[in-house]
């Protein structure tokens, strides 16, 4: 397929096939009904690889994760400041929040705090 022809959807980086560990933010995205297509990466650096998925979708999000942290990164942010970075440890209410407020970022909302 012709990189200049690719779906509108955000673009999620798995860092070493780490991805199910992260299935609520993917959730959180399904929620508001934005598409994401998903990506094996290589790396070690997981704000880069989000930024450069930014750069890639369509939709200018891009988010990437590894075992440890997961990153969400807009196109028109300078590369080493993502607007979200979660760690693992963090709960599963807050990890699909994260998913819900990358899809709202495509919408144009408002996100949505830890309190709703």
């Known amino acids: 397929m012709d990189s200049n022809h690719i779906a509108p959807a955000i673009i999620v980086a798995a860092i070493d096939g780490t991805l199910t560990d992260w299935n609520d933010v993917l959730l959180g995205i399904e929620e508001e009904g ?37 990153v969400v990164h ?10 979200f970075t979660l760690t693992y440890h963090q709960d599963n209410p807050a990890r699909r929040r994260i998913g819900n407020n990358a899809a709202r970022l495509v919408k144009g909302l408002p996100f949505r705090d830890g309190h709703s």
Do not use: T
Not at 48 to 69: F, K, N, T
């Open 34 to 70: 934005i598409p994401f297509v998903v990506h094996e990466q290589v790396s070690d650096d997981v704000v880069h690889c989000a930024w450069q998925a930014a750069r890639q979708s369509p939709l200018l999000v891009g988010i990437a994760c590894d075992s440890e942290m997961l």
């Open 74 to 83: 807009y196109k028109n942010l300078p590369a080493s400041a993502p607007l």
